[in-house]
């Protein structure tokens, strides 16, 4: 590969530098493509880091939207917002769970979970209360939600970081048994049924029916941060539910709006009360324009049978991924469920993500290490071929003249 890399310098000297952006100015989009201020087109393997369950200008979703903000935008939460609860009754059927609460991103409601738990504790006594995070999780950049994650990078410079966290292994029951004998003061389990950020890396199946049963055992909360993995993206509406089991609080946010920001708080029987009037909420949250994104999302996918296409055409990609690099010493290991794929290299591979955008295909790189996948849940057998097509000969030429460190 000759082409320079691109810079990854801000070209927006007025908005702060928290990002290491591409210099790549997006204008539009259209399925699963989108197209830059220059004219080129980009295919997105990415979906605004799954966010864009229906892609871009989704023919169904753009009418209802443009309704909607000619009705009724926000209104505050000093009044009833049926979409609220048209919205609120469609998760609770499709997670079998009781209740919902809605704000406005992935941090806020993992903010409102740990809140649960903290209050589910000090409702039974518990006067400091205890929660069990993971190595390797994300939750949020707030300082509560960074202190929950397993990451240094996000933690540094942030002290001093919040108190009544005990951290674990992922996937090592063992691990828990030996908090649950020692610790009186736990009160709730919080991790991500796969780790997105982390480097795509699943719990098993095993393990959550094990946490299952340890919180009923010890009356602890479980609490599945679906941000990521969450609605659709791996061919059942939650991740969890391949497992079999049902959490008592779920975080959700990313795909649940399609792009307009929203994030909600799902609770069953045994957080349904933990909250009350004045102890939790939101400005923005539940506003009729997030709502209606969400009610329309979850409609779409439903009459277009999303959860279906993702596992399958999760299968077709994983399958022209692993063939197209069979063999490459270089790759460590596939990973994932449906469309949320990662592919892990042995040694830091950053540089993908510019090679990826100027070869016309969007991906991510996380964990240093680990080539990610989110595309929308629409994307078609063509299209995931494509992905494929684009980013198999660019992981064999950076193998080929990169060392492994
Ligand atoms: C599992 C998980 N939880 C929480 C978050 C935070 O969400 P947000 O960026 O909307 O605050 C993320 C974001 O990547 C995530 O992947």
């Not at 199946?205 to 993995?229: F, N, P, S, T």
């Amino acid at each position: 590969m000759n082409a320079p890399e691109p810079a990854v310098t801000s070209r927006m000297p007025h908005v702060m530098n928290t990002y290491g952006r591409l210099p790549i100015a997006l204008s539009h989009g259209r399925g699963c493509w989108v197209w830059d201020t220059e004219g080129k087109k980009y295919l997105d393997g990415l979906g605004g880091i799954a966010v864009n369950t229906l892609g871009h200008a989704h023919p169904k979703l753009v009418p209802a939207l443009q309704e909607q903000v000619a009705k009724l935008i926000h209104c505050s939460n000093y009044y009833e917002v049926p979409l609220q609860e048209q919205l609120a009754a469609k998760l609770c059927e499709i997670s079998g769970l009781d209740a919902a609460f809605f704000c406005n991103s992935g941090l806020e409601a993992n903010e409102g979970a740990l809140k649960i738990a903290r209050k589910f504790g000090h409702d039974k006594g518990i006067e400091k209360p205890a929660i069990i995070v993971y190595e390797k999780a994300f939750h949020g950049r707030s300082i509560a939600t960074l202190s929950a994650t397993g990451n240094a990078k996000v933690q540094a410079g942030f002290g001093p970081l919040v108190e009544g966290f005990v951290r674990v292994p992922l996937n090592d029951l063992a691990a828990v048994e030996e908090v649950a004998r020692t610790n009186p003061n736990v009160v709730a389990v919080f991790l991500e049924v796969i780790q997105g950020e982390g480097g795509i890396n699943a719990s098993r199946a095993d393990y959550l029916q094990g946490l299952r049963a340890i919180c009923d055992r010890q009356d602890w909360l479980l609490m599945l941060d679906e941000v990521q993995c969450g609605i659709g993206r791996t061919g059942k509406w939650f991740a969890h539910q391949w497992a079999g089991i049902r959490p008592d609080v779920m975080p959700l946010a990313k795909g649940l709006g399609s792009g307009v920001p929203i994030g909600s708080i799902v609770v069953g029987p045994r957080a349904v009360n933990v909250l009350g009037p004045g102890n939790h909420g939101t400005t923005f949250g539940g506003n009729p324009l997030a709502m209606r994104a969400g009610v329309e999302t979850l409609r779409i996918m439903e009459e277009d049978g999303l959860l279906a296409n993702a596992e399958a055409m999760g299968r077709l990609l994983r399958e022209a991924l692993e063939s197209g690099l069979a063999g490459e010493k270089g790759v460590v290991e596939f990973r994932g469920a449906g469309l949320m794929l990662g592919i892990e290299l042995d040694r830091p591979c950053g540089v993908l993500l510019g090679r990826a955008a100027e070869a016309g295909l969007m991906i991510s790189v996380t964990a240093e290490r680990v080539i990610r996948l989110l595309p929308p849940l629409i994307v078609n057998a063509d299209e995931v071929r494509q992905i494929a097509a684009i980013l198999v000969p660019l992981v064999k030429a950076f193998l080929a003249e990169a060392p492994a460190s």
